[in-house]
T-cell receptor
């Protein structure tokens, strides 16, 4: 069974440019998460989807970040415009239930560098 | 909001030595999860503890959940080079938001 797929793996852009990340969760997983991981820190939740509905986006900086999960399968996270402080690894994870006891499966992440 | 703190932030050991990382929460946790992230990799689920005072073992790894469900520990006996990585604990804040600690980075001298 394929794991969580993310692309691109690496992205280098100049500040003020837009950037988008794509995630395809494990087949059958209804819950999808986007996390931000800064160097030396644990992942921090940006947004959680249950199917196509964003049920927790309280940590998403909505002035520049947006996300969508059309059809409740794959998802896209966008930053526009990017700032220097956005340099980090963006992780996507999925689980099959979205409850407290679920295991979250992480993708390899996209490492973003903003110059 | 809930904070999950881990100590130490870094630990360097000789191969064969034991290693322990501690996790403390400012609030009572319904459950706690542990993840391992290899250098350059992504977090991989190790285990979940739910019950007060629960102890679980995975080969050389022993996980404990405190009686008050506010702290947890991971102990590795006789470390091997394959144990290198960052170990994260994570607990749920509110309904379904998983809050990660900052992790303990383990390096091993072979």
């Amino acid at each position: 069974e394929a794991g969580v797929v993310q692309s691109p793996r690496y992205k280098i852009i100049e500040k003020k440019q837009p950037v988008a990340f794509w995630c395809n969760p494990i087949s059958g997983h209804n819950t999808l998460y986007w996390y931000l991981q800064n160097l030396g820190q644990g992942p921090e939740l940006l947004i959680r989807y249950e199917n196509e509905e964003a049920v927790d986006d309280s940590q998403l900086p909505k002035d520049r970040f947006s996300a969508e999960r059309l059809k409740g399968v794959d998802s896209t996270l966008k930053i526009q415009p990017a700032e220097l402080g956005d340099s980090a690894v963006y992780l996507c994870a999925s689980s099959d239930g979205g409850t407290r006891t679920d295991t979250q499966y992480f993708g390899p992440g996209t490492r973003l560098t903003v110059l | 909001g809930q904070q999950v703190m881990q100590i130490p932030q870094y630990q360097h050991v000789q191969e064969g030595e034991d290693f322990t990382t501690y996790c403390n929460s400012s609030t009572t946790l319904s459950n706690i999860q542990w993840y391992k992230q290899r250098p350059g990799g992504h977090p991989v689920f190790l285990i979940q503890l739910v019950k007060s005072g629960e102890v679980k073992k995975q080969k050389r790894l022993t996980f404990q959940f405190g009686e008050a469900k506010k702290n947890s520990s991971l102990h590795i006996t006789a470390t091997q080079t394959t144990d290198v990585g960052t170990y994260f604990c994570a607990g749920y804040q509110g309904a379904q938001k998983l809050v990660f600690g900052q992790g303990t980075r383990l390096t091993i001298n072979p």
